[in-house]
Structures are given as C-alpha cells and as structure tokens.
C-alpha cells in the first residue's frame, strides 16, 4: 500500500510562478525524499530531509518536513518550462533493511 | 560511470512466454530494487536486495522472480507472463537502505 500520497495530482502554473506540492503519510519514517521524473525517463532524486529536520533548501527548491502531521511540502520557486515533471515522495522507515515507500505523485505543468 | 543500466528499453511478449529484464549498476551500492509504475499507481516495489545472495518481496511480488548472485546484477524474471504485467519497470540502486535512490531508463513491457 502507498506510504505516501501527494496533493495535488495535477497542478499547472506559468513560468516564473511557486509551485507546492504536498505529501503525507502514515507511519513513522526515518527521512522522506522528493523525486522528479520527466515523462518517459527514470527517477532523479531532488532532496531528503530526515526526521530530525524541519527545512531544507537546495537551489529553488525548499522542503519542509512536520513529523507531529506526518506531511511535508515541496516548494519550486520561480517557476522554468523545464521543472515540468512528475513529482513523487518517497518515506523510508526505521527498519534496519528499510525499503522506499513512493506517493503516486504530482504532475506540475509549467506554460512559459 | 553509466550509474544503473536496464535492458531492453521496450518489449512486447505474448500472454504465457517468459523473459528476463536485466539491471546492472557499476557503484556498487549494496542495495537493489525492482518497482513497476502503472497509471494513478505510482511505483510499487516488487522485490528488492540487500546484498549479494539476499532477496526479499515487496508489495507485489507474484508473478516476478529475482537473483542477485554479484552485487553489480539483479535481473528480475517473469516466469508466465499476463496482460496484467504490462507496465513500465524500474531498477533501482541504493548505497544503502532508505537513502537516495538511483534510477535506470526503465523498461516499458507489453504483454499481448
């Protein structure tokens, strides 16, 4: 079963635009990661945050993590043509021989 | 360094055959992970290695059979293969468990 699960599903901006996307899930976690996927590519890891941490930025993109709300966002700032992608998090657990647990993701579509 | 490598990039089998989807990765990363993605589903994990010589199923193993005799290989096995097998299937490579995930090109699988 999905772990995680992004909001919204579907969301389109014009260039120079914010765009957040949301993730929750249910169990505890040792640190949630975003992953972009350009359309009919592989994954490319974007950030992980772990549990410990609140925010953390990397270029244009900022995350937050609230643990007490089982939720994180990502934050794209001024917006590109090329951040078009689906966007997925993925928690991993405490378990020793932990596995990533992926949301069924957030299609951004960016208009110049 | 080629990072994960999967062969082939597309394939068509018909209902019954059987075929094997090849991953290789050249950082060896102890951890190994096979998903298939499906429309609104997100990635689910199928089977996954955390070493040489161990194997485990994740959420929807049946169907799929996997080995990992070296750490750089970890082919994944239809043995029978279904209509609902058609999906696109994605290897993934860790350094270790939970950590950032490296993806292949994927292979987009078609059972007729």
């Known amino acids: 079963s999905q772990q995680g699960e992004e909001d919204p599903q579907a969301l389109s901006i014009q260039e120079g635009e914010n765009a957040t996307m949301n993730c929750s899930y249910k169990?505890?976690?040792?640190?949630l990661q975003w992953y972009r996927q350009n359309s009919g590519r592989g994954l490319v890891h974007l950030i992980l945050?772990?549990?410990?941490?609140r925010e953390k930025h990397s270029g244009r993109l900022r995350v937050t993590l609230d643990t007490s709300k089982k939720s994180s966002s990502l934050l794209i700032t001024a917006s590109r043509a090329a951040d078009t992608a689906s966007y997925f998090c993925?928690?991993?657990?405490?378990?020793?021989?932990?596995?990533?647990?992926f949301g069924k993701g957030t299609m951004l579509l960016v208009s110049p | 360094n080629a990072g994960v490598t999967q062969t082939p990039k597309f394939q068509v089998l018909k209902t019954g055959q059987s075929m094997t989807l090849q991953c290789a990765q050249d950082?060896?990363?102890?951890?190994m992970s096979w998903y298939r993605q499906d429309p609104g589903m997100g990635l689910r994990l199928i089977h996954y290695?955390?070493?040489?010589?161990?194997?485990d199923q994740g959420e929807v193993p049946n169907g799929y059979n996997v080995s990992r005799s070296t750490t750089e290989d970890f082919p994944l096995r239809l043995l029978s293969a279904a209509p609902s097998q058609t999906s696109v299937y994605f290897c993934?490579?860790?350094?270790?468990?939970?950590?950032?995930?490296?993806f292949g090109q994927g292979t987009r699988l078609t059972v007729v």
């Open positions: 993934a490579s860790e350094r270790q468990g939970g950590t950032e995930a490296f």
């Open positions: 993925a928690t991993a657990g405490n378990s020793g021989y932990s596995t990533l647990t």
């Open positions: 169990t505890s976690i040792n640190n």
């Open positions: 945050i772990r549990s410990n941490e």
């Open positions: 290695s955390v070493g040489a010589g161990i194997t």
């Open positions: 950082m060896n990363h102890e951890y």
